[in-house]
Every structure is written in structure tokens, then in C-alpha cells.
């Protein structure tokens, strides 16, 4: 459990950094650059110290299409142009909405049979989560509206939404598929960077970065954090755990973001946080209460979308 506890830490992290990095470059550059780089240390690391044949079966490249687009380009460029206006707090407590995502597409898409009580923990998550999401600052409002959701929050949501298929789709091409992580975190990053870049070029203009030996030094820490370290421990901890249990530690993020958000950038801490904090905390209990009895048993051989056979 210290390595769950770690992993967070670390990924709260990089939610703090990301924050920080958007100052001195545009959303889709900076991923484009992060994940073409990450991306191309991981395949170089899988190619010089092999552990298995590095070849994709020709049925599996759908799999990989879907993992760049929905674990890498989607989730990140989203997250990232969110951040330019949101808190990493913020950001990182609706990150947390990850399990309840994670638990309705595995009904959805592998048949998972629905539990009373996992589903009152949902209703009860999703309860914190329109708490936050009611608390919109003025400056998250200027990028424009619908309703009371602003679209930084839409950006996250979406974020959220993509991220959470695409780890679904990673443990499935990890205990289903026989993949290594490196392998798997690599292709989806290279070619979700590639994807950015190109969009950067479309889309972003003048791709400028201000100060740049600042900007290379956060991305680096960036890279190794949130793309080595985290990825990596994740995708190895999915081979332990189901992708729901182990996103229902998500909402130690919030409590290390607050903390980073505090000594680094001033953020004030108000009641809504602290109050839907513990409404999905209390939720994500709940939830895992219902998912104890499965947390080792990670093989997911139903067939679904993500399945080619």
C-alpha cells in the first residue's frame, strides 16, 4: 500500500508541475515535446535491456491507435489546457472522479456485474464532484461557460473521461495481450507526441517558449516523474490490481496537490474543498468496501471493445 501512497504523491506531483510548465509554453507543444521524448526513452530502454519480443501482432494495432489517443493525446492536451486557468487542487480533486468512470465503463464495456454497494459509493463521489465543480473562480470563467460549468472544467471532465478508458485499455493490452510497460507506455506516448506536435503545428501559433532553460528544466522533471516513474508504476501495479481499485487511492492526489498548491503557488484552501474532499472520500470508501473481494483477481478475459479476437 506505501507504493500506492507514492505513486499519488509523485502523480500529484506532476499535476503541481504542469501548472507551473504552462506559463512558459502552449498546452499541445508541451505535451508534444513531453511524450515524444518520454515515449522515445521508454522504447529505447525496452530495446537495450529486452524482456520479451519487441513486435506488435498486427490484431493488436488498434489497441495501440486507442492508447495514444485516449491515455495520451486527449487526457493530457485537455489537462494541460485546463491548468492555464484552473488550480492544480482543483484539477487533481476532479481527477479523482477516475474510479467512478473506470467502474461504469467496465460495465459497460466488459459486462461487469453491478454491486448495490459500489454503485452508492458512486452516486456518492459523484455527489463531492458537483460540489467542486460548483465553485468555479472568475478566472476559470473568462475562457467561457455552459450553464455553471466552465470550459476549463468541461477540459477536465473530458480529461478524465479519456484517461480512464485508456488505463482500462492498458491493463487489457498489459494482462490480456502480454505486453511489457515499457513497450505499451512507450509506443502510446511516442505516438501520442507525435499527434500533439502535429496539432501544435496546426493549431498554435507562434509555438513560442518563454524562458526556455526554466521550461526544459520542469519538463525534464516532468518526464522523469510523471512519464517514467509514474506510468511505469501504475501500469505494474495494474498487473496487482483492477484499474477501479487502484483509482479508489485517487484521492490521496487532492491531499498532496493541496499541499504542493500551498507552499508553491498560494492556493487558498476553502470549506467546498475540504467538504467535497470528504464526500468522495467517503464515496471512494464505500466503493472499495464493494471491490475488496475482487482486488486479486486482475485478469479481464470477457470480450469487449477492446478486444480483437
Known amino acids: 500500500m506505501l507504493t500506492v501512497v507514492l505513486l499519488y504523491a509523485l502523480f500529484a506531483g506532476s499535476f503541481t508541475m504542469g501548472k507551473a510548465l504552462v506559463v512558459y509554453i502552449s498546452p499541445m507543444l508541451l505535451i508534444g515535446l513531453r511524450m515524444s521524448v ?38 493530457y492536451t485537455t489537462r494541460m489546457w485546463a491548468l492555464q486557468t484552473m488550480s492544480g487542487t482543483k484539477a487533481c480533486l476532479l ?19 453491478p454491486s448495490a454497494r459500489k454503485i452508492f459509493g458512486l452516486l456518492i463521489g459523484l455527489l463531492g464532484i458537483l460540489v467542486i465543480l460548483f465553485g468555479g473562480t472568475p478566472l476559470e470563467h473568462v475562457a467561457g461557460s455552459i450553464w455553471f460549468l466552465s470550459w476549463p472544467e468541461i ?26 510497460p515499457a513497450m505499451v507506455n512507450g509506443i502510446s506516448m511516442t505516438l501520442g507526441g507525435i499527434l500533439a506536435l502535429t496539432s501544435a503545428l496546426l493549431f498554435e501559433a507562434p509555438m513560442v517558449i518563454y524562458s526556455p532553460f526554466k521550461a526544459m528544466g520542469i519538463m525534464l522533471a516532468i518526464i522523469i516523474v510523471g512519464n517514467v516513474i509514474c506510468h511505469n508504476l501504475y501500469a505494474y501495479l495494474l498487473t496487482r490490481y483492477s484499474a477501479t481499485m487502484l483509482a479508489s487511492a485517487g484521492f490521496l492526489g487532492p491531499l498532496f496537490a493541496s499541499i504542493y498548491g500551498y507552499f508553491l503557488f498560494g492556493e487558498v484552501l476553502t470549506a467546498r474543498f475540504f467538504i467535497a474532499l470528504a464526500i468522495i472520500f467517503a464515496g471512494i470508501f464505500i466503493f472499495y468496501l464493494g471491490e475488496k473481494g ?12 477492446l478486444s480483437n479476437t
Do not use: C
Open 294 to 305: 475482487n482486488v486479486n483477481q486482475p485478469e479481464l478475459q470477457r470480450d469487449g471493445p
Open 38 to 75: 518520454a515515449g522515445s526513452l521508454l522504447l529505447a530502454y525496452q530495446h537495450i535491456f529486452p524482456t520479451q519480443s519487441f513486435k506488435i501482432r498486427s490484431k493488436d494495432i488498434l489497441i495501440y491507435i486507442q492508447l495514444a489517443l485516449f491515455a495520451i493525446f486527449i487526457p
Open 95 to 113: 481527477n479523482s472522479a477516475g474510479p467512478f468512470i473506470s467502474y461504469i465503463m467496465e460495465i459497460i464495456f466488459f459486462k461487469e456485474r
Open 155 to 180: 477540459a477536465m471532465i473530458i480529461s478524465v473521461i479519456s484517461v480512464s478508458y485508456g488505463w482500462v485499455t492498458v491493463r487489457h493490452a498489459l494482462v490480456n495481450r502480454r505486453y511489457q
